[in-house]
């Protein structure tokens, strides 16, 4: 009994290890593209990174938002969704906080939507394509830590042709301008727990079990 709890506890080991690696790899090797070099698509899709319950966007999502305004100034897709919930009950929602900051960057209203019920990564998924007109040749804009389990995500949740843009590789420490490896580990763990909840969603279809709770 402890030889196989011994066992099991080395290959949760390994494999943390090794997401973990993959994550910095991805992260830091990223490749930094211009707005031209992406292909035209129907819509850009920014994610929310983080907000005060206030409404206050966190520097992270600021990012984002200013990335999203320069695909859309470059004609890259005429349509902008920002997706995000609330960061406390009541509060204003970080899609609607993400459209008024891209306003002010010379987005047009009229080229905007705003989802708002989102609280993760395949929530923004789940919640954000039916509101588009089309779900297909879409540009996710989130930092390189996040873009692949967010390409998975609009995968899992029916997204076809999905191109990537990074806003920046992580966030830093505003004092040290160290890079934000707690957001690593963190990720690490992520892409894990969204795989076991994706597929619990999944199978709970059938018997008319789910419940977009278990997404959050």
């Not at 930094?32 to 920014?46: D, F, G, V």
């Not at 080229?111 to 588009?132: C, D, G, K, W, Y």
């Amino acid at each position: 009994m402890i030889r196989r709890i011994k066992k099991i506890a080395q290959w949760f080991a390994s494999t943390g290890l090794f997401t973990f690696g993959a994550v910095l790899l991805w992260t830091f090797l990223w490749p930094e593209r211009q707005a031209s070099e992406l292909p035209r698509a129907n819509a850009i899709i920014c994610l929310g990174g983080g907000m005060s319950a206030d409404g206050t966007l966190h520097t992270a999502t600021r990012q984002r938002v200013a990335k999203c305004a320069e695909l859309y100034h470059a004609d890259r897709a005429p349509l902008v969704a920002f997706t995000g919930g609330t960061a406390a009950p009541g509060g204003p929602s970080a899609g609607e906080q993400m459209a008024a900051l891209a306003v002010s960057l010379g987005v047009p209203k009229a080229a905007m939507i705003s989802e708002n019920r989102s609280q993760s990564t395949l929530q923004n998924a789940l919640f954000t394509l039916p509101l588009l007109p089309q779900q297909t040749d879409l540009i996710l804009v989130t930092e390189a830590f996040h873009l692949p389990r967010s390409w998975a995500s609009f995968r899992w949740a029916g997204a076809n042709r999905l191109h990537l843009a990074a806003s920046e590789k992580v966030r830093r420490n505003p004092e040290t301008g160290r890079p934000g490896f707690n957001i690593l580990l963190r990720e690490t763990a992520a892409v894990w727990f969204n795989l076991f909840r994706a597929v619990a969603w999944s199978a709970a279809a059938p018997l008319n079990l789910q419940d977009d709770g278990w997404l959050h």
